[in-house]
């Protein structure tokens, strides 16, 4: 049984056969136009959020720490204030830390809470001497901030009694191998003979020159901050409501409160200005779409009047016609973006296999989100009709006697 259309359709679809070279104009515009926006749209999804990963991996998204000590201005006889020198900040614990620690385990958002204590030291091993920080850390704790496991090359990252956790770079410039030894001095004149129990690479080279993890008692005891701890590392759920939570953190304690959003704030101003352009050449992108399948269905209509007024004449109602050019749009719009939907995906392949990270890994991944591709359906198909609009109404208007005579 042969499959019979309705009339719109049936007609709609006869005039994009008919008018071939047009069609095929059309369609590649709206391909090539559905291949930008999904290309661009997925390539900068994936480079900031590697971005955000790689700068979020090696910190907390909020950290808690001790308010900054301030010296009151005096005032002298004559009731002016004096000028003061801004006070040193010393190395201080939180008060009450944990019931802190417990105030932001439970607010709303916050996944992890971990207690550090972390200051100044020199590592001395033979005659070479590196200035690092000292990271107290009850490990299995600090795991859910920092996925240090990811970032071991050798050994495990835990720590216990003397054993430690250093870089990659410090333990090439100390000459040090797993189960090696190593001393910390610090300015208060104590000292730790440590066995290095896992060697780390966090993509960062200061980091990995720098940072020493130790337990947590043993930089207590060794930078004189006995039961207490410097800062609390957090991390929250959605990355982007990491301020918000600092503020009401901040509002709760009346402490130093910060977010990766005030620590990173030129790479956020980066990423949100990288946001706005690509919407930018988006719009840009789906006006000149439009405007190219208007102008080529307007000139449909011009060539089409002859048989326009014949329809017209045998009894297509203005609303008939309407739709055969409604139709035209809405299937440009939609074949166009499955073509375009299959170019980005051709176009991810090949640039992911030529730009590649310093470590040889791909820029990013050779993939398509579906709520991308769904977007892209959409956004197409509503393209389409809109700009089959203005072409159906002086379709639909057009007089069949005038348009049979012309």
Do not use: C
Not at 148 to 154: D, F, G, L, S
């Amino acid at each position: 049984m042969k499959l019979r259309l309705p009339f719109a359709p049936l007609v709609a679809l006869r005039f994009l056969r008919e008018g071939r070279m047009q069609t095929l104009l059309i369609l590649a515009g709206t391909t090539g136009g559905v291949a930008v926006i999904v290309f661009l749209t997925q390539l900068i999804t994936q480079l900031q959020a590697q971005i955000v990963d790689r700068v979020l991996g090696s910190q907390a998204h909020v950290v808690i720490r001790p308010a900054e000590e301030a010296n009151r201005r005096a005032i002298d006889e004559a009731g002016f204030a004096s000028i003061i020198e801004p006070r040193a900040q010393r190395l201080r614990s939180i008060d009450q830390w944990e019931n802190i620690a417990r105030l932001a385990a439970d607010m709303p958002g916050v996944t992890a809470v971990s207690p550090v204590v972390t200051g100044p030291a020199f590592a001395v091993r033979g005659q070479a001497s590196k200035s690092v920080a000292l990271m107290g850390v009850d490990a299995e704790r600090y795991r859910r901030i920092v996925r240090m496991e990811e970032y071991m090359v050798a050994g495990r990252f835990a720590v216990d009694g003397t054993r430690a956790v250093i870089g990659s770079e410090l333990a090439k410039d100390l000459g040090i191998r797993m189960d090696d030894k190593l001393r910390v001095a610090l300015p208060n004149g104590r000292d730790e003979l440590l066995q290095v129990g896992g060697i780390f690479d966090i993509g960062n080279k200061d980091l990995n020159r720098r940072w020493i993890f130790v337990t947590l008692p043993l930089a207590q005891s060794l930078l004189d901050l006995p039961g207490g701890v410097s800062n609390l590392d957090l991390t929250v759920a959605d990355i982007f409501e990491a301020q918000p939570v600092a503020d009401r953190l901040r509002g709760a304690t009346s402490l130093t409160v910060e977010s990766w959003m005030q620590t990173n704030a030129q790479l956020l101003a980066a990423l949100r200005n990288q946001s706005v352009s690509n919407n930018l050449i988006r719009s840009f992108v789906v006006i000149i779409v439009a405007l190219g399948i208007a102008s080529v269905l307007v000139v449909s209509v011009v060539q089409k009047q002859k048989e326009i007024g014949i329809l017209r004449a045998m009894g297509a109602s203005r609303g008939m016609i309407l739709q055969v050019f409604l139709i035209q749009g809405a299937v440009v719009g939609a074949v166009g973006s499955i073509l375009g939907s299959a170019l980005a995906f051709t176009l991810l392949n090949v640039f992911s296999a030529i730009y590649r990270n310093a470590d040889g890994q791909p820029l990013f991944a050779a993939e398509l989100e579906p709520r991308f591709i769904a977007m892209a359906a959409v956004v197409a198909t509503a393209v389409g009709l809109l700009s089959a609009l203005i072409p159906a109404r002086r379709a639909a208007r057009m007089d069949p006697v005038q348009a049979i005579r012309s």
